[in-house]
C-alpha cells in the first residue's frame, strides 16, 4: 500500500532512514519503469566490521506480495548515498507489505 502518493525529497528520505534505524526497515516502492519492485533499507548486521551501516535490497512486489529472490543493491556507511539511490528512481513510502 503506497503511504505517500507524492514523490519523495531526498531530505524526506533520510528522516525515514533516521527515524527507523536501527530497530525497523523502511520499504519504498519502485515505479513500474523498475519493476514495480519493493526497495528495502535495513541496518546491517555486519556494520561495525566492514563499515556499511545501511543495506539496501530489492525484491519483487506483486499485488502487496513478495516475490522471488531478494537482491542486493547497495550497502553503504551513510544514508545519503541510500537516499539518492532511491531519489534518482522516484520511489514512494510504502506502508504494510505481506510476506
Same mark, same amino acid.
Given at each position: ?18 527515524v527507523r534505524f ?6 519504498? &516502492?519502485?515505479? #513500474? ?11 546491517? *548486521?555486519?556494520?561495525?566490521?566492514? =563499515? ?15 516475490? &522471488?529472490?531478494? #537482491?542486493?543493491a547497495l550497502e ?7 537516499? *539518492?539511490?532511491?531519489?534518482?528512481? =522516484? ?5 504494510s507489505i505481506e510476506?
Amino acid at each position: 500500500m503506497v503511504h505517500n502518493a507524492k514523490r519523495l525529497t531526498q531530505r524526506k528520505i533520510i528522516d525515514h532512514i533516521e527515524v527507523r534505524f536501527p530497530d525497523e526497515s523502511v520499504n519504498y &516502492g519502485l515505479p #513500474e519503469a523498475f519493476g514495480r519492485q519493493l526497495a528495502m533499507v535495513e541496518y546491517s *548486521t555486519r556494520s561495525p566490521w566492514d =563499515g556499511s551501516k545501511y543495506v539496501l535490497s530489492t525484491q519483487i512486489l506483486e499485488n502487496g506480495k513478495l516475490v &522471488g529472490e531478494r #537482491e542486493k543493491a547497495l550497502e553503504s556507511a551513510e544514508e545519503e548515498s541510500i537516499a *539518492t539511490w532511491l531519489y534518482k528512481r =522516484g520511489v514512494k513510502l510504502l506502508s504494510s507489505i505481506e510476506n
